[in-house]
């Protein structure tokens, strides 16, 4: 059974930064994209980051280039979303997915439950 789980969420202040994590399990980590998208309340879900396990290729949407860093540990089954200098605007739902595709993509196969993320100003 695949598993997605999404744990660092909380509540920082603007110029912050948390780190999120998603623990993966129940397929073949290395031969998956994984990414993280967010949904901010009353707003429609959009991709935040990805990596491809399989060439480590990595997208961002551009309002957190340069800010964000996507990382994954293959021993772990793990994928990290290192955030900083948070926005107020960066406040949502953060939700791990995974798909057997390359990202970036919206229709990932597997969807963690999410972590909330509270960038106060």
């Known amino acids: 059974e695949v598993q997605l789980v999404e744990s660092g969420g909380g509540l920082v202040q603007a110029g912050g930064s948390l780190r999120l994590s998603c623990a993966a399990s129940?397929?073949?980590?290395?031969?998956?994209?994984i990414g993280w998208f967010r949904q901010a309340p009353e707003k429609e879900r959009e991709g935040v980051s990805c990596?491809?396990?399989?060439?480590?290729?990595?997208y961002y949407v551009d309002s957190v280039k340069g800010r964000f860093t996507i990382s994954s540990d293959n021993a772990k089954n793990t994928v990290y979303l290192q955030m900083n200098s948070l926005k107020p605007e960066d406040t949502g739902v953060y939700y791990c997915?995974?798909?057997?595709?390359?990202?970036?993509?919206?229709?990932?196969?597997?969807w963690g439950k999410g972590t909330a993320v509270t960038v106060s100003s």
């Open positions: 129940g397929f073949t980590f290395d031969d998956y994209a």
């Open positions: 990596i491809n396990n399989n060439d480590d290729n990595t």
């Open positions: 997915a995974a798909d057997r595709l390359a990202c970036p993509r919206r229709d990932m196969g597997y």
